[in-house]
């Protein structure tokens, strides 16, 4: 009796390729050949003429022998060797694991490569987690479920998205600044099929700062940009960030690969698809403190902090006070020069870019309007001095007003409006949506149409 061969241990797959299914099948023959002394040479011409190889060793998958065909092989071919033969069980195990393969992959998967598909499946998840902004810990969750399926996926978040691992950041003397960078996303968004008008990108920007945590002084100072010239709605988006315990100093380094960026850019434009792109500054958005702190002027609170009068303030009852009304007009041109001295602390490192330091610079609405003069009549009218006090019935009409208003309110504004006498209970940030409704609210009392000025804005 001759030996039996050892079964071959291949791992399962469930896509072989046919570069693989020939390696193997080669290999069951080479053993069969090697076996001497427990199987005979086959003769050629016998084997051509069976059911198990008829011109490549691909139709071993297809037409597969039962034993009594392979037995008569044997006894043929051992017309002329005296060595009984065994059954060819290594081919046997081969055409089972290839047949079941077969039932269940379509025929038209057998030649794909798996670490093509697998490459595939990375490229799309990588743009799923991105575009919807999936938490790392989730996208590491699921690669671990498709790892064992997929072994040429990741493990981790971080090296399916390709993290880097180390940043080329911009040390400061209060922290470190990354710049991301504005040609770059300028020419993703035309890439993505924005479109502006006139071939000109009018560009609005955004500096400000932001606390992390409570319980540390830690905070970041991004610089934003907003395409206003676009016919397709675009988000704002990041040029650089700092990161820091205090305001990025100094400001020329913080802004310094962002003023050499734009000029460049407002010189030569921006140069695509032989399409050469105009970019111009719309506006400077920022709150009070971060328009003081880039234009290097006195704060909101001095005695010279105006930006659109030089007039000098005089302190009353614990409040700076600006008497005048015919005050001489701030201008760019007053602005380079410098002709209120003390209006100014320094040279702001954005006269580089030759941006008017009073005309693009808006005042926000928000805080100077809402937070600022509606907040203080509001303070005026419930609680303040008896000559300009509202009565208690106007107050709770108002009141009444508010709650009306507070059933129309959608429910993606978070600050819904409430009873005016409330709004002293709560701490300070907590009343600042009031100031939104009560505009329109006030305007129907006779009293406040004769001393207000909010009746001119009717």
């Given at each position: 009796m001759c030996t039996m061969s050892q079964r071959s241990s291949y791992k399962t797959k469930e896509i072989v390729g046919t570069r693989q299914i020939y390696r193997r099948v080669q290999k069951a023959l080479q053993r069969l050949n090697e076996n001497k002394e427990t199987i005979c040479p086959v003769n050629r011409n016998n084997l051509a003429n069976t059911n198990i190889i008829e011109h490549s060793p691909l139709n071993l998958l297809h037409d597969r022998s039962d034993e009594n065909d392979s037995s008569s092989i044997c006894s043929q071919s051992s017309q002329n060797c005296d060595i009984q033969i065994c059954p060819p069980i290594e081919i046997e195990?081969?055409?089972?694991?290839?047949?079941?393969?077969?039932?269940?992959?379509?025929?038209?998967?057998?030649?794909?490569?798996?670490?093509?598909?697998?490459?595939?499946?990375?490229?799309?998840?990588?743009?799923?987690?991105?575009?919807?902004?999936?938490?790392?810990?989730?996208?590491?969750?699921?690669?671990?479920?498709?790892?064992p399926?997929?072994?040429?996926?990741?493990?981790?978040?971080?090296?399916?998205?390709?993290?880097?691992?180390?940043?080329?950041?911009?040390?400061?003397?209060?922290?470190?600044?990354?710049?991301?960078?504005?040609?770059?996303?300028?020419?993703?968004?035309?890439?993505?099929?924005?479109?502006?008008?006139?071939?000109?990108?009018?560009?609005?920007?955004?500096?400000d700062g932001l606390p992390l945590y409570r319980s540390t002084n830690t905070q970041i100072w991004p610089i934003?940009?907003?395409?206003?010239?676009?016919?397709?709605?675009?988000?704002?988006?990041?040029?650089?960030?700092?990161?820091?315990?205090?305001?990025?100093?100094?400001?020329?380094?913080?802004?310094?690969?962002?003023?050499?960026?734009?000029?460049?850019?407002?010189t030569n434009g921006?140069?695509?698809?032989?399409?050469?792109?105009?970019?111009?500054?719309?506006?400077?958005?920022?709150?009070?403190?971060?328009?003081?702190?880039?234009?290097?002027?006195?704060?909101?609170?001095?005695?010279?902090?105006?930006?659109?009068?030089?007039?000098?303030?005089?302190?009353?009852?614990?409040?700076?006070?600006?008497?005048?009304?015919?005050a001489t007009r701030r201008t760019d041109k007053s602005f380079v020069l410098q002709s209120d001295e003390d209006h100014h602390l320094g040279m702001s490192p954005l006269l580089k870019l030759s941006v008017g330091m009073v005309s693009q610079f808006p005042i926000d609405y928000l805080h100077n309007i809402c937070l600022g003069v509606m907040r203080k009549l509001l303070h005026t009218w419930i609680s303040g001095n008896l000559k300009v006090r509202?009565?208690?019935?106007?107050?709770?009409?108002?009141?009444?007003?508010?709650?009306?208003?507070k059933l129309h309110i959608p429910t993606e504004i978070n600050r819904k409006p409430r009873k005016l006498l409330n709004m002293f209970v709560k701490h300070v940030e907590q009343i600042y949506g009031i100031e939104y409704y009560v505009y329109n609210a006030t305007l129907s009392f006779t009293c406040v149409r004769r001393y207000s000025v909010l009746w001119l804005f009717r």
């Open positions: 195990l081969i055409s089972e694991n290839i047949d079941e393969h077969m039932e269940s992959t379509p025929p038209e998967t057998l030649c794909t490569n798996p670490n093509e598909n697998d490459d595939n499946l990375a490229i799309k998840l990588r743009s799923w987690a991105t575009v919807g902004k999936v938490p790392h810990s989730s996208v590491t969750s699921l690669l671990g479920i498709l790892h399926l997929h072994p040429q996926l990741p493990l981790c978040s971080k090296t399916l998205l390709k993290t880097p691992v180390t940043l080329n950041t911009l040390p400061l003397d209060t922290g470190e600044y990354y710049h991301f960078g504005l040609t770059k996303t300028l020419h993703n968004l035309i890439l993505d099929g924005a479109r502006f008008d006139n071939n000109t990108i009018l560009l609005s920007f955004n500096i934003l940009c907003l395409t206003k010239s676009s016919s397709s709605i675009i988000s704002p988006f990041p040029i650089g960030i700092f990161l820091g315990d205090s305001k990025p100093k100094p400001l020329d380094t913080y802004l310094k690969n962002f003023i050499e960026e734009l000029s460049l850019l407002i921006l140069n695509l698809f032989d399409v050469t792109y105009k970019i111009k500054i719309h506006s400077f958005i920022c709150d009070a403190p971060a328009r003081a702190f880039i234009k290097c002027i006195k704060s909101h609170g001095g005695y010279s902090c105006c930006e659109r009068c030089m007039e000098s303030g005089d302190y009353v009852n614990g409040k700076v006070v600006y008497k005048g009304i015919n509202l009565n208690s019935q106007l107050v709770t009409t108002l009141s009444q007003k508010l709650i009306l208003i």
